[in-house]
C-alpha cells in the first residue's frame, strides 16, 4: 500500500468509480453476447424448474468482466454472492468454513480458482455434486468422519489459467465459458457509457484513441478513462479530445496500440538479442523477470492477439508487424 496520502484518496476514488462503472443489468453489460444468451438460458430453465443453476466456470484474461457477470448472475436469481478467492482456501478448515456457512441459494463465486490448494479440492467434489460436506473431526485414533448437508448453492468459478485447473474439478461444472478479448466496437461502447456515468463529454475520436489502447479489455478501457479525465480536469477541457488522450497515453508511456513499456521491451529485446526468435518461454520470463504465469497470461495473450507475437512449434517469434511497429526493420535477419 502506497503510504502517501493524495495517492491513497486517489485510490478511494478509483474504487468508488470502478463500483459505480459495474453493469449492473444484462442491458449495461456490452458485448460477449454468446455467453450472455447461454446464461440467460441456463438461469431461466434452473427458475422454470425451481432449481439452482448448474455450477459455472468462466475463464480468460483479467478484467474481462468474470467477476461482474458473476454478480450479474446472483442479482437475476436474487441470490446471496459470496465472494472468495483460491487464494483464500489454503487449508481445509478455510474451505470447510466456507461451504458451512452457505445459505440456501448462495452463489459461491470463487476468483483465481486455479490456485484452490489440490489437497482440498477432494472436499469441494462432494459438495459441487452432492451437497454433502464430508469432514473429519478429531485426532488420530478416535478420528471419525462427519458429513454435513449442505443448502443448494451455485459454485460460480473464475479463472486466467484454465490448463491449471484438474481435470476432476473441472468435470464437475455444469458450463465452462471461455471469455474472450473484446471487439473495438464494444470497448467503444463500454467507454461511452462510462463517460456517461461520469458525467463527461467526450468526443468520438478521443473515444476511439483509448479504445484502441484499451488492450480489448473493458477495465483497461475504463482505467485509461479515468486518468485521461483527470488530465481533462487538470487542463480545465470541458470536453475530452483526442489531444487529451494523447497526452496522456504518452505520460502514461502506453503507445496507440496500447503497448506499454514491458511489452516493448520484450519485443525489442527478441528482435535485438535473439534475431526475432524462436525464444522459449524461459527467455521472456528472464526478459521481463516476471514469473511463467505472468508472462503467459498478461503479456503474451494480448501480443499474440494483436499478431506481434507469434507461437510456433519451435517457441514464440516477433511477427513483421512487431518490426514495424517499433521502427526496427533494420534489425530483420532476411
Ligand atoms: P474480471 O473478473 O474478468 O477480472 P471484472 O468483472 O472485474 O473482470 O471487470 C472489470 C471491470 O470492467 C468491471 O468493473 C466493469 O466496470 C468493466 N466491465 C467488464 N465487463 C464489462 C462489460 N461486458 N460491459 C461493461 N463493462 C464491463
Known amino acids: 500500500m502506497n503510504g502517501n496520502p493524495m495517492e491513497q484518496k486517489k485510490g478511494e476514488q478509483d474504487f468508488q468509480i470502478d463500483t459505480l462503472l459495474r453493469p449492473d443489468n444484462w442491458d449495461s453489460y456490452i458485448g460477449q453476447e454468446r455467453i ?8 431461466e430453465a434452473a427458475q422454470k ?10 475463464y480468460g484474461p483479467q478484467g474481462l468482466g468474470k467477476t461482474t457477470i458473476a454478480n450479474l448472475i446472483a442479482k437475476e436469481m436474487g441470490a446471496q454472492l459470496r465472494i472468495t478467492s483460491g487464494v483464500n482456501l489454503e487449508k481445509t478448515g478455510d474451505l470447510v468454513s466456507t461451504l458451512a456457512n452457505l445459505e440456501e441459494g448462495d452463489i459461491l463465486f470463487v476468483d483465481e480458482a486455479h490456485r484452490i490448494n489440490r489437497t482440498i479440492e477432494e472436499i469441494l467434489y462432494p459438495a459441487m455434486e452432492s451437497r454433502k460436506l464430508h469432514m473429519m473431526v478429531g485426532k488420530g485414533p478416535a478420528a471419525r468422519q462427519l458429513t454435513l448437508d449442505l443448502p443448494a448453492f451455485t459454485l460460480i468459478a473464475a479463472t486466467t489459467r484454465v490448463n491449471l485447473l484438474s481435470a476432476p474439478l473441472r468435470s464437475r461444472f455444469g458450463a465452462i465459458f471461455s471469455m474472450d478479448y473484446y471487439e473495438q466496437a464494444h470497448i467503444e461502447e463500454i467507454i461511452r457509457r462510462s463517460a456517461g456515468i461520469l458525467g463527461l463529454q467526450i468526443e468520438s475520436g478521443a473515444v476511439a484513441s483509448i479504445a484502441r489502447a484499451a488492450r480489448f479489455t473493458p477495465r483497461t478501457a475504463n482505467r485509461l478513462l479515468k486518468r485521461v479525465r483527470d488530465y481533462a480536469q ?3 477541457m470541458a470536453t475530452i479530445g483526442e489531444e487529451a488522450v494523447y497526452d496522456t497515453l504518452e505520460m502514461l508511456e502506453i503507445d496507440e496500440l496500447g503497448l506499454e513499456k514491458w511489452d516493448r521491451k520484450l519485443l525489442e529485446s527478441i528482435i535485438k538479442k535473439f534475431k526475432g526468435g524462436p525464444v522459449g518461454l524461459n527467455t521472456l520470463v528472464a526478459i521481463l523477470g516476471e514469473d511463467k504465469g505472468t508472462v503467459e497470461e498478461i503479456y503474451e495473450p494480448f501480443l499474440i492477439k494483436m499478431g506481434l507475437l507469434q507461437k510456433t512449434p519451435s517457441g514464440r517469434v516477433v511477427t513483421d508487424e512487431a518490426y514495424d511497429h517499433l521502427n526496427l526493420r533494420q534489425f530483420k535477419v532476411q
Do not use: S, T, Y
Not at 36 to 43: H, Q, R
Not at 49 to 58: I, N
Open 36 to 43: 450472455k444468451a447461454n446464461v440467460k438460458i441456463m438461469i
Open 49 to 58: 424448474r425451481g432449481e439452482r443453476p448448474d455450477h459455472l466456470l468462466f
Open 234 to 236: 487538470v487542463h480545465n
